[in-house]
């Protein structure tokens, strides 16, 4: 994709820009799915390890980009503009911005912008494998003493309030 900038890089982390999110529409990524528009899997860009996240801009008549089960994974959805059409299983239900969905592995999804829709419908998609620990195990947490950003720094703020 010719609009994709490596910002910065090291060992542990990257950055990297995609350009404006309400042009994705019309940009084809190389991907998994050679033909899908306003696509972009995190994935093929990033050195994503244990999850792959995907932006997505749907326009009128667009589907994402089939109807489709994951074995393993559980994908949350997140919406960020636009309504459109979401089945979930054998239901149907309508999304629109702020709507934020859970998908268990093994059950049927898929995303659609309708025909009579008058926007674009725009959503984030996290999909991830594996038993979720919100601490991460030894060596995960606050790091304390970073002036602005630490924990620490928000409990005597808490407390001084009190």
Known sequence: MDSLKEIEKSE???????????????KKFSSLFPTT??????GDYLN???????INVLKPG???????????????????EGEGEMMIGDKVIKVREGYIVRVEPKVKR???????????LVFICVRAQGQFNR??????????????????KIIEKAKKKV
């Open 62 to 80: 667009y589907v994402n980009p089939y109807l489709h089960v994951h074995r393993y994974h559980e994908e949350v959805y997140i919406f960020l």
């Open 12 to 26: 542990k982390w990257e950055i990297i820009d995609i350009g404006k999110i309400s042009e994705l529409a019309n």
């Open 48 to 54: 994503l390890k244990t999850m792959d996240v995907s």
């Open 135 to 152: 601490l991460d195990g030894e060596g995960a947490g606050p790091v304390l003493g970073v002036d602005g950003w630490s924990y620490d």
């Open 110 to 120: 898929g995303v659609r912008n309708p025909d009579s829709s008058q926007s674009n």
């Open 37 to 42: 528009k306003g696509k972009f899997f995190l």
